[in-house]
């Protein structure tokens, strides 16, 4: 059983930079693909990336490619998630996901509690 716990978020202002970050525990972490995914006031939940357990390949929501990079450290059971130059419209509570695959997943069979980040100036 995999427990993901976030931390990182708060309040950034639209021309800054924030990093997220998911501390796993209760398995082999290496193992497990990972990801991010988000829910803004009002709107529904919504994937914003992933990587495979290898940080061989990742994968982008269209709107989030170029300001959120995704990667991972195995040896401290740890997963990232940078943002730069937040745009208020990714204020949102932000979940940590993961799953036990080789691949990317379309199911994420755990969830973190999300940390909620606030882009504003």
């Known amino acids: 059983q995999v427990t993901l716990v976030e931390s990182g978020g708060g309040l950034v202002q639209p021309g800054g930079s924030l990093r997220l970050s998911c501390a796993a525990s209760g398995d082999t972490f290496s193992s497990y693909a990972m990801g991010w995914f988000r829910q803004a006031p009002g709107k529904e939940r919504e994937f914003v990336a992933a990587?495979?357990?290898?940080?061989?390949?990742?994968d982008y929501a269209d709107s989030m490619k170029g300001r959120f990079t995704i990667s991972r450290d195995n040896a401290k059971n740890t997963l990232y998630l940078q943002m730069d130059h937040p745009l208020p419209e990714a204020t949102a509570v932000y979940y940590c996901v993961a799953a036990q695959v080789a691949g990317l997943p379309r199911v994420w069979h755990f969830w973190g509690q999300g940390p909620h980040l606030t882009v504003s100036s």
């Open positions: 990587i495979t357990w290898s940080s061989g390949r990742s």
